[in-house]
């Protein structure tokens, strides 16, 4: 089997169905081959811009493979690989470079020399049994971690030599990490003290009172009372109605013994009857503290 031949072997175990790519590339044949559907562009980027949709509209769930010539066409891949490292994608590239006894020479163009600072992971394979263990290596970082793309150069006769023994190859997995579950208890705890249900935790924060919503009459409104602890003062409340209802902003109506009633006006910007069974968010806030109400309209 040839080291072309091999790599499309391993892009069918990774589950990849098309390769999209720019002439010429052994790996384009040896796709098609391998009944891996290839997908030719008329320009490079385009091409990468391409893979890097793939990426964008499963949510990192599909990864694309771009292949293209060695020389100019790696040289023009050069923008896209860029963008996609700017944006996070997670694109596996397969550029052909020039012929092993000539990479290293001047003004030759060489892949992973110049593409290591818009990639995630980059080599250059330079004897055929290094293959199977390079892309275990590109698809590995590819699948996990942060996004962005990889990149491994074949130089052109390489492509084109045996791979002795069969491909063992396995299909790289996704691994999952996740916070210290010590900090998970101490966020926990810090969210659960929270002033909510018209609860103060503290005994400077005020405290909500009586609710009443009138949807009905000539004068719909919404009133509330809240009670400011002592010394509090600037208390003022507020009222959040579900996405794609506003409502007015509440209005001081009187205050008695440290207890400030609001009315919000309901004739304006929203019809009463919408708000039936709807949760309204009420803050209440004073320059002493602040606690929040969740409250469904009946």
């Not at 969210?191 to 405290?207: E, H, I, M, W």
């Not at 009905?216 to 579900?242: C, I, N, Q, R």
């Not at 209802?245 to 609001?262: I, N, S, W």
Request: glycine share 8%; proline share 7%.
């Amino acid at each position: 089997m040839k080291v072309a031949n091999a790599v499309a072997e391993i892009l069918k175990r990774e589950g990849i169905e098309f390769l999209i790519g720019y002439p010429v590339n052994p790996i384009i044949e040896a796709a098609a081959e391998a009944d891996i559907r290839t997908i030719m562009v008329r320009q490079e980027r385009i091409g990468l811009h391409m893979c890097d949709a793939i990426a964008k509209v499963t949510s990192g769930d599909r990864i694309g493979v771009f292949a293209m010539q060695h020389g100019p066409g790696t040289e023009n891949a050069f923008g896209g690989v860029a963008q996609s490292f700017g944006d996070s994608c997670p694109v596996v590239v397969l550029p052909a470079g020039y012929a092993r006894n000539v990479n290293q020479v001047r003004p030759n163009f060489n892949a992973a020399l110049n593409f290591r600072h818009v990639t995630k992971w980059i080599e250059q394979v330079t004897v055929p049994g290094a293959t199977e263990e390079a892309l275990r290596r590109a698809f590995t970082q590819v699948k996990n971690g942060r996004p962005a793309p990889v990149l491994i150069e074949f130089p052109s006769d390489l492509l084109r030599e045996e791979i002795s023994g069969p491909i063992e190859y396995q299909k790289v997995p996704r691994l999952k990490s996740g916070p210290d579950p010590r900090s998970v208890s101490e966020i926990a705890a810090a969210l659960a003290s929270v002033p909510r249900s018209g609860t103060a935790t503290r005994p400077q924060d005020p405290r909500l009172g009586k609710i009443e919503a009138e949807l009905t009459g000539a004068e719909p409104k919404l009133t509330l009372e809240v009670a400011f602890p002592a010394g509090a003062s600037s208390g003022d409340a507020f009222v959040e109605a579900p996405e794609g209802l506003f409502l007015a902003l509440p209005a001081r109506a009187g205050e008695r013994d440290g207890t400030v009633r609001f009315v919000v006006d309901l004739s304006q910007g929203v019809e009463p009857a919408e708000l039936k069974g709807t949760t309204l968010v009420i803050t209440a806030v004073s320059d002493a503290g602040q606690s929040e109400t969740s409250w469904t309209v009946k």
